[in-house]
């Protein structure tokens, strides 16, 4: 912010900053037993607020003065009407995030509780038997006591809910334990502020694309043995579309710190890097893409 001259006291400011504020420059005005000193938000505009000052002082009871004063009244009711929306969105956000209420989000509910039953049942008498039936491609083992994978095959066959099921697959409790807290956290974020719908198609594209493009990156690299599972992929899509959004549309209260944008980042490549293990990176990164474009998309 700069300030770009004194008004002597005989002149009424808001006339100035009425009709700077029909062309796009936000003013602040303090008033001094000098004059009103005149200031200037944004840098870039500093040069024509000055041409308009000059233009002011030389004729300040310019009709077109008067008539910028109306429609400098209504870009004001208009900017005060968006503040007290984008301030009421944040408020209902962070009372319905403190209250986990079904209605609210059924979806994301209904994801994490399938996820814990799952992983009960993966740690119980029918482990491998749940395993296998959710899991993307089913393994055999011949009678050499040598395991293969079906590949595509059981899907091609019908049995297309493989191409989902996987995200509700875990295998250790911090794993189960990261991906469900972020999903509660930025699901909620995306099915109050957006609708169940939306979500739904999140999770829906994001899970097919994200299995497949891991599938796809086993194979090439010559592990197509290799069980992967779990939410991260999905939560990386809806991470990516909030993010997304909430660049595009701050005023639906979905916007992201910038320091969670760098953490979920940071993850993404330090898992790459492979310092912490097997970690499935292709589901990662297809479903940060997906959720991104489908926020751009602005689905």
Known sequence: MRQIGTLPPTLDPKRLTDHLLTLGV?????????????????????PLAKQELEQFLKD??????????QSAESIRREADRLDRQYRKNVR???????????????????????????????NGPYGWATVNFLAFSVQVVDELGIRHSLGLSPILQGEVWRLITPIFIHFNILHILFNMWWLWTLGTLVEVRRGTASLAAVVFVSAIASNL????????????????GGMSGVVYAVFGYVWMRGRQEPELGMTLDYRTVQMMLFWLVL??????GNVANAAHLVGLVAGMFLGLARI
Do not use: M
């Not at 009871?61 to 004063?69: K, L, N, P």
């Not at 009372?95 to 009960?120: D, E, F, M, W």
């Open 26 to 46: 936000t003013t602040k005005v303090d008033s001094r037993p000098e004059g009103a000193a005149v200031w200037v938000h944004h840098e870039d505009q500093i």
């Open 60 to 69: 300040p009871h310019d009709a077109r003065y008067h008539v910028a004063a």
């Open 92 to 122: 209902d956000l962070s009372g319905q995030l403190n209250r986990p209420t079904l209605k609210r989000r059924p979806l994301t509910t209904a994801l994490i509780a399938i996820s814990v039953v799952v992983y009960l049942l993966q």
């Open 213 to 228: 493009g891991e599938f796809f990156y086993d194979v090439r690299i010559g592990h197509e043995l290799a069980l992967f």
């Open 271 to 276: 898992c790459f890097s492979g310092a912490v």
